[in-house]
């Protein structure tokens, strides 16, 4: 068989894309703009530590070594794991590094013969349309230009890189206004450790985002600057970031990464009985919440500190949005090194910054946007085409428009894998390269167009359903099995896993249960 497949980023989405197309004898070719694998893991905030336990974040087929004994490893560890699956599995000579994407073009059929189709490809096979993709790209080295054709494309980009969010604001009321320095997360992070200690050191920082890098980036500067310059976290939102994984002493896993805890979440496409099943489910699915909630207001003193979030734990957690909190943040909270304030928008003056609504400046030498970053736009601009790119992001009341969170049914002989959250994308991500390796393979084949855009279109009800107002993050929040099952049921593997009734109704399902087919 010699069928090229590019595959664009050499995370661990790309990685794994790398070594289940080859397991089925394809050429991968994979782009990575870094010198190095790892993705967002090539360069994290020291304090960054791994936000999944350590048993759900991993590879099925390749265990954490035995010298990373803790949980939650942190941004080293979990770099060097995952540069030790791309050595082992001898991937790294299909990778070329410091080359960047600059565009794809599909060469094949014209936009208005794809338009006309009934089937992804013209016959609902990955290479069916006889097209083929023309990928561009720059060396960042020598600056020089190259052109690959390739069957098919995997994009492995994810969405929390490179191109960063930055609020908008009004004239003359944005970062220009500001004497002192203003920079992204991403920025501080690309930062060796010591670098970005004196960077903060002496200033008064002020950083906005509530998220797990705002968190890391506060208790970083609390530690260079203590009491004599408190951090001010500006937020938006206040979620519940969890102190850690037993609330109560109950296992959250089992709360949420069970059959039984799916059984009380109205799934896409549920048939009479299970969606009244989960109706009648409805009190104790709002009790597992609160339980949870619980846990979190009394270990953190969020009442104290006025940090309640408005909305339930099953939104947070269905919107992909749960972080661990860092270790003694609160504390420092309490001892006046880090300073919470609530802002619904906020704006420059020469000297700080003004929070809607307030008259009293905040005085600040240094502001650190931790606003996240414009993945949907990345994804974007890959595409040369104006209609692809506008397929690929679909209409603005709804999620992006992916079938299993992989294909857009409009695009042939394309995949997207990382770009859809999970609360363990190592996990997810490798499920999904199976079943495109598989799709690619032949094992099965995809519906009709029109039956995907259906089944794109429930999973989107579900999103507005549970997500609440954090919808249009793509992300299977509280639904790991039910989705995995769907991916089992068209790779013909079996999806129930466990050995035995309670087992399979009551245990959470990891990355190990789905080490063979």
Known sequence: MDRKVAIIGAGISGLLACKYTLSKGFHPIVFESQSTVGGVWTKTVETTKLQTPKPVYQFSDFPWPESVSEDFPDGQ?????????????????????????????????????IQAWSLWGCNGEPFGSKGKWKVVVEDLVTLSTEIYNVDFVIVCVGRFSDLPNIPEFSPKKGPEAFDGKVI???????????????????????????????????????AANGKENPCTVLYRTAHWNVPDYLPWGFSLAH???????????????????????????????YAYSKFVESDIKKKLRLEKHGMVPTHSFLKEISSCLISTVPEKFYDKVENGEIKLKKAPSFSFCNNGVFVEGETSLIEADLVILATGFKGEEKLKHIFMSQTFQDYITGSPDAALPLY??????????????????SISNIFTSEMRCRWVA???????????????????????????QYSGGYYRRKCIGALHIWYNDQLCKDMAWKPRRKKGFFAELFEPYGPMDYVSN
């Not at 998220?211 to 970083?220: N, P, R, T, W, Y």
């Not at 029109?450 to 999103?463: S, V």
């Open 438 to 464: 598989e799709l690619l393979d032949g094992t099965f084949k995809l519906p009709s167009i029109k039956d995907m855009e259906k089944n794109i279109k429930e999973w989107d009800e579900y999103l507005k």
């Open 404 to 421: 299993r969170e992989c294909i857009q049914p409009r695009i042939p002989q394309l995949a997207v894998i990382g770009f859809s959250e």
């Open 77 to 113: 560890k979990v770099f060097d794991y995952v540069n030790g699956y791309a050595k082992h599995f001898d991937l790294v000579k299909h990778i070329k590094f410091n080359t960047k994407v600059v565009g794809i073009e599909f060469e094949g059929p014209k936009d208005e013969e």
């Open 184 to 222: 992204h997360s991403m920025e501080y992070a690309a930062m060796d450790h010591k670098q970005a200690a004196e960077f903060v050191k002496g200033k008064r920082v002020i950083v906005v985002g509530f998220q797990k890098s705002a968190l890391d980036i506060a208790v970083e500067c609390s």
């Open 255 to 285: 709360m949420y990464l069970s059959r039984f805890s799916e059984l009380m979440v109205h799934k896409p496409g549920d048939g009479l009985l299970l969606s009244l099943l989960a109706t009648i489910l409805t009190p104790l699915r």
